[in-house]
């Protein structure tokens, strides 16, 4: 399969790699016409230029008088290709780490799935890695599933094919690295179908230039994952929630998800367990926004963890605050010993915050494990 069948080009975006790049580019030629390859020079400041005019006439290359960041040429790639009439662009970085032997794995793909975003899959456990972008990949796909609902083996790749219809309407707000996130992330908000492809990769220290600078970069990561996330509270999880609501019908739903035949019982326990803990622990408002990535991360089941934590229903929280200071004064000394609900009053709950804090978590902690181990024990007697 060509690149002309589903009307595609590759986009090279490169700064500094002169290296590898003429590598990259002769190795992506064996797949591409000239006039189908994108060459972004990002402001580079070593022999870039000097070798992009060595090539062969015929080669789309853009130049950035300066370094705007991966994202911006990212984004200047995606235009010229849409100017040009494809339908959709394969990217491919410039340190020599992918093998455009692998161009035809992304075409197999897009004809398997038309309009699919296809992401290539390192091995990310081979020798050679870096530790942090093995910390970094764990962290990015621990994100995009949960703003996306959907789980990939690596989400930080370069190496991958976009569709351009819905990148035409997909305003990108970043320029750096984390542009290959946000890029993503609103793909699948637009249910784009994102699919992965395995990939081989190399990591030649020798020739290898990594331009991610780890505090830096990885701090607008965080930025940016924090944006996605509160859109992802505030609109697309109730949005995926109530589609899929839809399409099975609520009751189906959450029965499925509650009994679930394939969950072990350990697993059933420790989502109940974990429902009552976070619905004791003393960071009201905070519960269910930490609860709820947590038990997606740990795979726990959803709706029992839900059900569990509603413990903290408006009828139950004067008895747990009540406990949770009583229990406090058994760590906390100095603090008020409350002996009804009269003595609790504004004034004491402010002098004696930490007392409060220290009994709800202590009580947070006996609850789960109660909760846990009674609920394991009823499991493995009525579900054997």
């Not at 320029?175 to 990591?203: C, G, H, M, N």
Request: positive net charge; aromatic residues 12%.
């Amino acid at each position: 399969m060509s690149l002309k069948e589903i009307r595609c080009c590759v986009l090279i975006p490169t700064y500094n790699n002169q290296n590898t790049l003429l590598r990259v580019i002769q190795g992506v030629l064996e797949y591409a016409d000239h006039q189908e390859v994108i060459v972004v020079n990002d402001g580079s400041t070593d022999n870039t230029r000097a070798l992009l005019e060595s090539l062969p006439a015929g080669l789309i290359i853009l130049h950035q008088e300066r370094n705007m960041g991966k994202g911006r040429a990212l984004q200047r790639g995606f235009e010229e290709a849409i100017r040009r009439g494809y339908e959709h662009v394969i990217t491919i970085d410039s340190d020599g780490q992918h093998l455009p032997g692998d161009i035809p794995l992304f075409l197999q793909k897009a004809r398997e799935m038309p309009g699919a975003l296809v992401m290539g899959a390192r091995n990310m456990n081979q020798e050679g890695v870096p530790s942090k972008s093995s910390f970094g990949n764990k962290f990015s796909n621990f994100w995009f599933k949960f703003e996306t609902g959907i789980s990939l083996p690596d989400t930080q790749t370069g190496f991958r094919l976009y569709p351009l219809a819905p990148l035409r309407t997909t305003r990108l707000y970043t320029s750096k690295f984390e542009t290959e996130i946000e890029v993503i992330v609103k793909l699948a908000w637009k249910d784009v179908p994102v699919v992965p492809v395995d990939i081989r990769v190399i990591y030649d220290k020798a020739e290898r230039v990594s331009h991610f600078r780890p505090f830096r970069d990885f701090t607008r990561i965080s930025i940016l994952n924090t944006y996605l996330v509160i859109l992802t509270l505030l609109y697309h999880l109730p949005r995926r929630i109530l589609l899929k609501t839809l399409q099975k019908g609520l009751w189906t739903m959450i029965r499925e998800e509650a009994v679930k035949p394939e969950e072990s019982n350990l697993r059933k326990a420790a989502s109940i367990g974990f429902g009552f803990f976070m619905g004791i622990v003393p960071i009201w408002g905070f519960q269910l926004l930490l609860g709820i990535p947590l038990s997606i991360y740990f795979r726990l089941n959803k709706v029992l963890f839900l059900v569990a934590a509603n413990i903290s229903l408006p009828p139950m929280i004067p008895l747990i605050i009540f406990a949770s200071y009583k229990f406090g004064g058994v760590f906390y000394k100095n603090g008020v010993q409350l002996n009804s609900f009269e003595d609790l009053t504004l004034e004491s709950i402010h002098m004696n915050f930490l007392q409060y804090f220290l009994g709800g978590t202590a009580l947070a902690l006996i609850a789960g494990a109660i909760g846990f181990t009674l609920s394991y024990l009823l499991y493995s007697f009525f579900r054997r």
